[in-house]
């Protein structure tokens, strides 16, 4: 493998370096210690949801594992650690009785991270909602505002005195969109009716974690991060594929951080949320707003739209890339475009206000194989060498960025999709545990250490 063609000191002193990971994507023990059932627990048991027929029961092992795990976060040079925490282990039920063996849980691994010189970045909702409160309606039930601020309340009670830097939401539009209109991924409904108020409820809860963490935690750094891809018209002279492109927009990139900005929804482009004003209460709008210190973005490949009388709301759909005649080398199907990192990145910085940005997620999925014991994926590096020249590019144009985050450690649960795309800088074999670090993660000690 090459040597860096970047240099770490060119990002600047402060710029962080870590990896991201998800709880219910790696840590297995799933019934152990008084953990409750989440949503993706029972959506990894409905038959077909998982496009593998697997589970995430033992995923990466990383609850027993994870001291030797971070010890490769930081061997690979990373010095912050981002994970979420399981509402389920702290709450079995959503609400009510606390349990403390999942709060020692995340005390040792908090306490080890720190121990191993890695700053934890703590994600409190990444997706994994414990299954009692699906029962009680989920996010479709404007309570779990109030469930929410509570199980935020006891987190970070808990460990705001070592922890700072919190992450509120994880890609809410994802979770809404996927989970209660799509049905790609858990709970698994598909339920236009209820959609406005899953984002309704989803967007307070946001703002409300926002607040509950910066009244308990004192010089708490709150961020939230969204999903975000540049959406482009597949004709730029066809006005209708141009209207269709701004309606796609509204809804990938817009929906959540414009609330949380004091913006509003954009239903201007999206008329359907018009209807968010019938079920919303007095002071709902300003109750949406929060001043986040960070935003983070996550973003994994551009989007190409035409119009399309096919899909209702939306007119529009998007045109793969196959049809484009786009070639594509990544596991997803998802199209590695050399700019379209700079561009998110550019438009994000186009709001107001005093919030930094960073990338809180960025990887991507290749074809890895084992040979000699090594794993030697050279699309890997390019990728993230050509994401770090965006960043760069971005940060040249005086864009401020507060840190990197690589999608992801280890080869984990790729929700739907089963283990079997890979995103890691460590490959895991599911079978045995056993870990490898890949070139793509010797490549970043290179960069980050020097070596
Ligand atoms: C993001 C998710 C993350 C992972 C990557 C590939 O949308 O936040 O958990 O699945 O995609």
């Known amino acids: 493998m090459t040597k860096p063609i970047l240099h770490r000191a060119d990002f600047g002193p402060d710029f962080v370096w870590g990896t991201a990971t998800a709880a219910f994507q790696i840590e297995g023990a799933t019934i152990s210690h008084g953990r409750g059932p989440s949503v993706w627990d029972t959506f990894t048991q409905k038959k077909g949801a998982i496009k593998t027929g697997e589970n995430a029961m033992m995923a990466c092992d990383f609850y027993h594992r994870y001291p030797t795990d971070l010890a490769l976060n930081g061997q690979m040079g990373f010095n912050a650690f981002r994970f979420s925490i399981a509402w389920s282990r702290i709450l079995p039920q959503g609400t009510g009785r606390v349990n403390e063996a999942g709060l020692a849980y995340y005390d040792r691994l908090i306490d080890e991270g720190i121990r191993q010189g890695q700053t934890p970045w703590v994600t409190l909702f990444h997706w994994d909602l414990p299954q009692a409160l699906e029962d009680r309606g989920g996010w479709m039930n404007r309570e779990i505002v109030t469930w929410f601020a509570e199980y935020v309340a006891v987190v970070v009670k808990a460990f705001g005195h070592k922890v700072k830097h919190w992450l509120v939401l994880n890609e809410p539009s ?43 935690v004192p010089g708490a750094v709150v961020g939230t991060t969204f999903s975000c891809s540049p959406v482009e018209p597949m004709n730029r002279a066809s006005k209708r594929d141009q209207q269709a492109a701004h309606r796609a927009d509204a809804l990938l990139n817009r929906l959540f951080i414009e609330p949380a900005l004091g913006m509003g929804y954009p239903t201007d482009e999206l008329t359907f949320l018009n209807s968010i004003k019938r079920i919303a209460r007095p002071g709902d709008m300003e109750r949406l707003a929060f001043n986040f210190d960070l935003i983070g973005l996550q973003h994994y490949f551009p ?27 990544t596991e997803m199907g998802w199209e590695v475009h050399e700019q379209s990192l700079l561009r998110i990145i550019r438009q994000f910085n186009q709001y107001p206000g005093d919030h930094q940005l960073f990338i809180a997620e960025s990887g991507s999925a290749f074809y890895d194989r084992v040979e000699d014991g090594q794993v030697i994926d050279t699309q890997r590096a390019a990728y993230h060498v050509q994401c770090l020249q965006q960043v760069r590019q971005a940060q040249a144009e005086g864009i401020d960025l507060a840190g990197y985050f690589v999608w992801t450690l280890l080869d984990n649960f790729e929700w739907a999709e089963g283990y079997r795309p890979r995103f890691g800088l460590v490959y895991v074999d599911h079978r045995t545990q056993h870990r490898i670090v890949k070139a793509s993660g010797q490549w970043f000690r290179s960069l980050l250490c020097g070596d």
């Open 174 to 216: 994802a979770f809404t969109l996927l989970g209660y209109l799509v049905g790609m991924h858990a709970p698994g409904r598909r339920n236009f009716r209820a959609i406005t108020s899953v984002i309704h409820h989803a967007a307070l809860a946001q703002a409300e974690g926002g607040r509950v963490v910066r009244s308990l």
């Open 303 to 329: 989007v190409v739209v035409e119009h399309s009388m096919l899909v209702p709301y939306l007119w529009a759909k998007e045109v793969s890339p196959n049809r484009r005649q786009v070639p594509v080398i």
